[in-house]
């Protein structure tokens, strides 16, 4: 082991893109039937052709309705679930491909905060050794002096007091298991943190400490963030740039203000016009866009635009021809027929 922990994120290759690319992912489970001979008799397609890029320093939000595919997305991206085709370029190097020992080094410049603060924090372990686990995994755990100092560091880094470091996890709040758990993500120095749907489980007021910490965080350390999520308030908050994701796909990619101020896809609208309003007199005079039926299965998705079943303007072309999503140019995509 090394004498001293590493100051700054391990090495990665130079490169002028974007920290993370990925192009035409898809992840799609098979459905097997019989016991003794099994055959595959259907397949789920979870992640059916997503594409996107994340810029060093940035936050993407990724939104949708619960199993849109968001969070098999994030698994895909850390190669935690084997993508059954497209590319996963991270800091310049296709990654779906590598197998078990590829992935070791990358790994330690990808991390994730899971969305349970309580069930993926082990409660057999004490925090300190919750938070430096990665580095004894990765053999950066150097002498027990310097070990102690870092765990300490990271500790004091999310908001809590090192002296925790003996206590367990249910000795504490959800919002602090969940400050834990984002400790245990940073312990390596990475350049990309997945989050999915980290704040979900807490307390609304808890929420907004553990996104401030998100936000500081990334201010301090340069950290670049894929945030999936389903609550858009959230989002707007922590967000440059959102992906907004249906059955699969992704429909539309705008900035902040842009999807806020003008959605273009009819479900985005939807989504939006679903938020309420703190003010009760503004909210009784807004028009209101329900979506109607229920969301299709992955199983057997509708043939042409997966959204038509239950789009408002859906039309004939819909029902036959599935948009392509399409660049408008300043930072804007979108995959509708209405703006073809």
Do not use: W
Not at 4 to 14: E, F, Q
Not at 75 to 80: E, F, P, S, T, V
């Amino acid at each position: 082991m090394p004498d001293a922990l590493p100051a700054t994120p391990s090495a990665a290759p130079a490169h002028d893109g974007p920290l993370l690319q990925v192009d035409d992912l898809k992840v799609h489970f098979p459905v097997m039937k019989g016991v003794v001979i099994q055959k595959q008799v259907a397949t789920v397609k979870a992640v059916d052709g997503v594409s996107f890029t994340l810029g060093r320093g940035e936050t993407l939000g990724l939104v949708g309705e619960s199993g849109c595919g968001k969070s098999t997305t994030g698994l895909a991206i850390l190669r935690m679930l084997k993508p059954t085709a497209g590319r996963i370029v991270f800091e310049g190097d296709d990654i779906a491909g590598h197998d078990k020992a590829g992935m070791r080094g990358v790994r330690r410049r990808m991390q994730m905060v899971y969305q349970d603060p309580y069930g993926s924090l082990d409660p057999r372990m004490t925090v300190g050794a919750i938070v430096g686990e990665p580095l004894v995994v990765h053999g950066l755990a150097g002498d027990k002096a310097a070990y102690r100092a870092r765990v300490a560091e990271l500790i004091r880094m999310v908001g809590l007091l090192p002296d925790m470091a003996e206590r367990y996890p249910h000795e504490f709040s959800g919002g602090q298991r969940q400050r834990i758990g984002i400790a245990r993500a940073l312990a390596l120095s990475p350049s990309l943190i997945i989050c999915d749907e980290p704040v979900s489980a807490l307390d609304v007021s808890i929420q907004a400490q553990v996104v401030n910490l998100f936000m500081e965080l990334q201010e301090r350390l340069g950290l670049t963030y894929l945030f999936i999520a389903h609550d858009l308030s959230v989002v707007r908050h922590i967000s440059n740039r959102i992906a907004v994701m249906y059955l699969g796909r992704i429909v539309e990619i705008a900035t902040r203000n842009q999807l806020y101020k003008e959605p273009l896809h009819p479900y985005t609208q939807a989504l939006l016009a679903a938020v309420p309003i703190p003010d009760p007199a503004l909210e009784a005079t807004r028009p209101q866009q329900i979506i109607t039926g229920e969301v299709p299965s992955a199983l057997r998705p509708p043939p042409g635009c997966r959204f038509h079943p239950r789009c408002p303007h859906a039309m004939d072309k819909c029902k036959t021809e599935d948009p392509a999503l399409r660049d408008l140019g300043d930072g804007r995509a979108v995959a509708c027929h209405l703006h073809a």
